[in-house]
């Protein structure tokens, strides 16, 4: 019999983080000042963030050294493992040779861990005491919980206050590792007393919870704030997840054709795909990286590519990004870590240059792909895995018809443990599509007043 | 930096299962008739069990074969890691050395996958179309589920109505894997339809959901029925776990004084350290293992040994065991799968005869212990997991005031993602102790009309 999964040592973490802005042929375009639409500098970001993270969201250095201390906390789950999908092939009927690197091992269930614990790191470095942090579901709450802890730093986490309700799990989670999560709005910022003046009975939003944990931040020097995605540095630190992927591909004496992986923000794609983009770059080769997209948040396949706010409320600087506007409300659907009005710059400058593509799926398509990828291969994916998941069905059907074997690899995110209630919900056939018109996209760009790009 | 963990290569699955049987100096008792109390031999359980199984329970083979399919669906989530808790023996200021094998990583959550593969090949291998089971929490009955599904087998689950109805969650992730789940008392067994007479509103107990999977199994040649612990072929599968530890254990070079399991049926306890008691018995090596059982269900510390019935109702054979009395209802603590009456009949013996120990915790001491666990190995455990690292903390407690180095091996059988509600109730103050009296312990022994052995 053949073997399932390549697994490899502990010394085989990676020692850099690929940057990836090294090798693009367009840089992204500089952040503005949303008051003077002028350029802003690195120093804008210091309130909120730690130099040695800055640092990183500007460097123009192909590869950044991994701390020692990280790569030890890494060892804890890394490296994760690559499978051959066998069963799931054999099922299919396909021609098409179907891998999957599987990020569910960390302890927190997903990829998250890997940034949470460079970015405590580094404010570990700079002596900073409490880092806040905002959650909707609570899966990058919880693997700042998680890094906070091995650091011993305090985490503050304001959580959407109608998830804070409906899903206590990960709010256990978090207080597990020693964090402390509030229902957002919250009674401890201005931000939160003033809608709670407004509706005592507020559900909360992310939009509002990432007031509540800047707001936390900006008010004492040695609080920070942390973002887990979308960000420069935080697509740099998944990187670990494609390096050793690539390194595993290798052992298998396969390269990818295809990369399919989820999108939010652009971590979870930009970790899986960057290193293999490099070797496009660097060496010719052809690999083709499709970010997939829930219907209900095109940004990458309806959006408009403009300057934006990174937040809802519009407190960033403007970013040029594939947006479908700051104001802009998805449905809510299951996959709720990607329900993100934009795209990491990095992201979308890639995609304005034909680097990468892009592809959308209903929600009830991707809970079909999770239930068949958990009746073959076992592992019941979250409910974001399972995007990526529904591009490589798509794309082991075209292997199939057109009779050609390609080789897909799968960006198997985390498990849906805490994730049961949507599946039941798909099961209870409760599930329901919002098709998004195009006038619902084009009345939410046309709110915004900030700069086009032609 | 070391080594966090031992990962072993798929081809390091044992290639046998270990029978400490053939090592044992004396076997245990037969089971009986409990009508003529006469030894019943194999074919008494033909119609639950199939023969593959039946041979295995009564074999004294030491090593038994498994077969090829089986370890190629091992290679899912197997071999699964040794981890040293170097984080926990820094806080702990302990001079032990703590490992800590890692079952988690099962696509169930735990180690019961091991023996339901194994039982679902053997019922494929004689043309069985369904498998029937009991479920109280749900982690057996994932794992059946899951099994089933690989084998293309129906499988039946009749779970606890109250579990049914307060954890929605394993039993999502059942029909996920395309198991039926039941709510039991059910109207689809004569045993469930007499109890709804009685009591519509019955919230079921694991008795009556045994007996409704056995009277499904019994009315149906096509059908048989399968058990998650207790019985010699279910420790003899798990043997697994140990037989890769002691090879991850001679690669760190080491081996341990102490090994620790929480104590349910045996299995948990069987697969981890039989393997190691092998080398007692061929190499006269001192290893200690020690059985760690909630101090709500103390059947190994404070039960009888004696004949008793396995199930609740009185529909086994009567059994050589130590039991609390199969009337005996423990008190509803949260690590479901350690609220048994008695012990499987190998360890029994093995206790009797002082080759094991084992040792009680009450429920507060053991979310404390899993805790501390959390905090410094990332991994959250299983209610039922922390019994074990209860143990492990007093013995590197001892360690540490006798100034000895000792080497403790803990068995963490599984992950507490679907248990976050237990640790919600832990951090709320809503956990309580149920201090068994000495009278609580005789009245239900009291009841026994079954042989007594001297």
Not at 19 to 36: G, H, R, V, W
Not at 318 to 331: D, E
Request: proline content about 7%; charged content about 20%.
């Amino acid at each position: 019999m053949k073997e399932r999964k390549i697994i490899l040592a502990e010394k085989d973490i990676p020692e850099n983080w690929y940057n990836i802005l090294a090798n693009m042929p367009n840089k992204p375009m500089p952040p503005l000042n949303p008051a003077t639409q002028e350029p802003i500098g690195p120093d804008a970001l210091a309130p909120l963030f730690p130099m040695g993270l800055i640092k990183q969201e500007v460097s123009a250095d192909k590869w950044i050294p991994i701390p020692e201390e990280v790569r030890d906390i890494y060892k804890m789950w890394r490296p994760s493992p690559l499978y051959r999908a066998s069963n799931l092939e054999k099922m299919l009927d396909t021609p098409a040779k179907i891998y999957y690197k599987y990020e569910g091992v960390s302890p927190a269930g997903s990829h998250k861990p890997n940034t949470a614990v460079a970015q405590v790191y580094y404010n570990k470095q700079e002596g900073v005491k409490r880092i806040t942090t905002e959650t909707g579901a609570g899966q990058w709450g919880s693997a700042l919980a998680l890094a906070c802890n091995f650091f011993d730093i305090e985490c503050e986490v304001y959580m959407v206050r109608v998830s804070y309700e409906h899903k206590p799990y990960r709010k256990v989670m978090m207080n597990t590792w020693g964090a402390e999560v509030f229902p957002s709005p919250s009674d401890r910022t201005e931000a939160g007393r003033k809608i709670l003046a407004q509706d005592p009975n507020s559900p909360g939003s992310l939009g509002i919870a990432i007031s509540e944990a800047v707001e936390r931040a900006a008010m004492d020097e040695n609080t920070k704030y942390s973002l887990g995605s979308v960000l420069n540095h935080v697509l740099l630190h998944q990187t670990v997840i494609g390096q050793e992927a690539l390194k595993q591909m290798e052992i298998a004496g396969d390269l990818p054709d295809i990369i399919v992986a989820p999108f939010g923000g652009g971590s979870n794609f930009a970790g899986i795909s960057f290193p293999f983009l490099r070797l496009n770059f660097e060496e010719g080769k052809k690999i083709r990286a499709i970010a997939s997209e829930p219907a209900s948040c095109p940004k990458l396949t309806r959006g408009q590519f403009r300057y934006d706010f990174g937040d809802t409320i519009g407190m960033t600087p403007l970013l040029p990004m594939y947006t479908l506007g700051h104001n802009f409300v998805p449905a809510p659907i299951h996959a709720g870590g990607l329900r993100y009005h934009g795209a990491g710059v990095i992201v979308s400058q890639l995609l304005k240059d034909k680097l990468i593509e892009a592809r959308a799926h209903n929600q009830i398509e991707c809970f079909e792909a999770g239930i068949l990828f958990a009746k073959t291969e076992a592992i019941i994916p979250a409910p974001e895995a399972t995007h990526g998941i529904a591009t490589a069905l798509q794309e082991a059907q075209k292997c199939k018809e057109e009779g050609v074997s390609r080789t897909i690899l799968i960006h198997l995110c985390g498990h849906g443990n805490f994730d049961m209630a949507a599946y039941d919900a798909y099961f209870a056939g409760e599930l329901t599509e919002h098709e998004l018109t195009e006038k619902e996209i084009t009345d939410s760009l046309a709110e915004l007043d900030t700069p086009v790009i032609e």
